[in-house]
């Protein structure tokens, strides 16, 4: 059970969630926010988190309360680790699986020291362009709205940091990876110029976050999780 009483929470907490498969964040902080505010019978709690996760990928969260809101900049800040899947020789326009493959391309030519070698020479600082299916906004719309309605929009690329991009299992076409990055660094625009760095073509097929600075998911709960040890499991009714 948690036993944190509602002056801790209005105070501030900072929660570590493991966001599931198919869930947004912001479905997250909602789950979390309804599980308080029944709990204590709360008109209203401040509560946010600290970088999205798309759907699509799973792993740390980092959901704070109360005061605690106000270090939501700072621990945005802070350094990633992601674990993954990339699927050699096809893309998507989104670089993952938001969207239907488009083209596909041979492999036959890919040899794991290629990709050993590829990947490795994405480490530093590196120019990155983020991709079209992606929240950042132009002319005050996200780019995602123009990638939608098929609308072509140039996009700047950014400077982001790659401290290790280390490939942990390679099984044609599917590769595993684990990779640490400063703030804003995409991993599917990682996995697509990796396709592109191997003639081959690439998507970001699996994703989960493991770290976010010193903060690890192996400590972090499953939102329906926190909300039954907050309420009970009677109470909780697995509501998202």
């Given at each position: 059970?948690?036993?944190?009483?509602?002056?801790?929470?209005?105070?501030?907490?900072?929660?570590?969630?493991?966001?599931?498969?198919?869930?947004?964040?912001?479905?997250?902080?909602?789950?979390?926010k309804?599980?308080?505010?029944?709990?204590?019978?709360?008109?209203k709690i401040?509560?946010?988190?600290?970088?999205?996760?798309?759907?699509?990928?799973?792993?740390?969260?980092?959901?704070?309360?109360?005061?605690?809101?106000?270090?939501?900049?700072?621990?945005?800040?802070?350094?990633?680790?992601?674990?993954?899947?990339?699927?050699?020789g096809?893309?998507?326009?989104?670089?993952?699986?938001?969207?239907?493959?488009?083209?596909?391309?041979?492999?036959?030519?890919?040899?794991?020291?290629?990709?050993?070698?590829?990947?490795?020479?994405?480490?530093?600082?590196?120019?990155?362009?983020?991709?079209?299916?992606?929240?950042?906004?132009?002319?005050?719309?996200?780019?995602?709205?123009?990638?939608?309605?098929?609308?072509?929009?140039?996009?700047?690329?950014?400077?982001?940091?790659v401290?290790?991009?280390?490939?942990?299992?390679i099984?044609?076409?599917?590769?595993k990876?684990?990779?640490e990055?400063?703030?804003?660094?995409?991993?599917?625009?990682?996995?697509?110029?990796l396709?592109?760095?191997?003639?081959?073509?690439?998507?970001?097929?699996?994703?989960?976050?493991?770290?976010?600075?010193?903060?690890?998911?192996?400590?972090?709960?499953?939102?329906?999780?926190?909300?039954?040890?907050?309420?009970?499991?009677?109470?909780?009714?697995?509501?998202?």
């Amino acid at each position: 059970m948690d036993n944190r009483t509602k002056e801790e929470f209005l105070n501030g907490q900072l929660l570590l969630i493991d966001k599931p498969l198919g869930w947004s964040s912001f479905q997250a902080v909602n789950k979390l926010k309804w599980a308080i505010r029944k709990k204590f019978s709360l008109k209203k709690i401040k509560i946010g988190h600290a970088g999205t996760l798309d759907p699509l990928a799973t792993g740390l969260l980092l959901i704070c309360t109360g005061k605690f809101t106000k270090t939501i900049p700072e621990l945005q800040s802070q350094a990633k680790e992601y674990t993954g899947t990339i699927t050699l020789g096809s893309t998507t326009p989104s670089y993952d699986l938001e969207t239907e493959i488009d083209q596909t391309y041979p492999i036959e030519h890919i040899s794991e020291e290629m990709i050993q070698e590829a990947a490795q020479s994405f480490l530093g600082a590196i120019e990155q362009r983020p991709p079209v299916f992606s929240a950042i906004k132009k002319d005050g719309k996200r780019l995602y709205e123009y990638a939608r309605k098929g609308l072509e929009v140039e996009i700047k690329t950014r400077t982001v940091h790659v401290s290790a991009f280390e490939i942990t299992e390679i099984n044609f076409p599917e590769v595993k990876f684990r990779i640490e990055c400063s703030k804003g660094t995409y991993i599917r625009s990682l996995a697509h110029d990796l396709g592109l760095k191997l003639q081959a073509g690439a998507h970001l097929s699996e994703l989960r976050r493991t770290k976010i600075g010193d903060y690890n998911v192996n400590k972090a709960l499953d939102p329906n999780v926190f909300a039954e040890n907050l309420l009970g499991p009677s109470e909780d009714g697995k509501k998202s």
